[in-house]
């Protein structure tokens, strides 16, 4: 019989989460920090716990003056504490841009501007990396329904309409033409130009 450890970090996490938030009252930053640490003991390779400790130590300055900090260390040691968090969360995902935007700011607070201008040269080259996937993405989904559209269409209907467009044509009404061409581009979106001519030559 195997006995299976059950994972409550996402417990752990979400009640951190809570207890983090300085407009709830059961606020308590101590307890907040700890339940991090548990939540990160457990899955260590959860980018968001790690990037959430992060954003707790980072911000315990100004809970110390709005609310209140009773934690385990001197709230100027906090930006010290927050870079190892952030810096595992990049690793651990570094695509998660907020990351190396809390990195960057941890430098700039510290004065460290080869650092900061490191971590923020890194922020725009994942940025970069993203927009181009996602440039690539939208090609392939334009690719995809331009070849749905060649296999649903129906050129003989298209020829249809685009000779009723000729008779209005022949009819002088332009708006009653325009309306059954995009009847035609709407059954086949791909209708050749040559299509058209050669309908008109033989009108």
């Known amino acids: 019989m195997f006995l299976f450890k059950k994972d409550s970090s996402k417990q752990h996490w979400e009640l951190a989460l809570k207890l983090r938030d300085p407009f709830r009252k059961e606020y308590n930053l101590h307890e907040a920090i700890f339940n991090f640490k548990r939540a990160i003991a457990e899955r260590p390779d959860n980018y968001r716990y790690h990037f959430d400790l992060g954003r707790t130590y980072l911000d315990t300055p100004n809970l110390a003056v709005t609310r ?29 841009l907020a990351s190396h935007l809390n990195l960057a700011h941890c430098y700039i607070i510290q004065g460290d501007k080869d650092q900061a201008e490191a971590a923020y040269t890194e922020y725009l080259k994942v940025e970069k990396q993203k927009l181009d996937k996602a440039g690539e993405r939208l090609q392939n989904m334009e690719y995809a329904l331009m070849k749905r559209r060649k296999q649903q269409a129906e050129p003989e209907k298209a020829e249809q309409h685009l000779q009723q467009v000729l008779r209005y044509r022949m009819e002088g009404k332009s708006k009653e033409g325009a309306k059954e061409l995009e009847k035609a581009y709407a059954v086949a979106p791909d209708v050749p130009v040559s299509t058209a001519q050669r309908l008109e030559r033989a009108g």
């Open 68 to 96: 209140g900090a009773t934690v385990s260390f001197k709230i100027e040691d906090a930006v010290s504490l927050a870079i190892p968090e952030f810096k595992e969360a990049v690793r651990l995902k570094p695509e998660f």
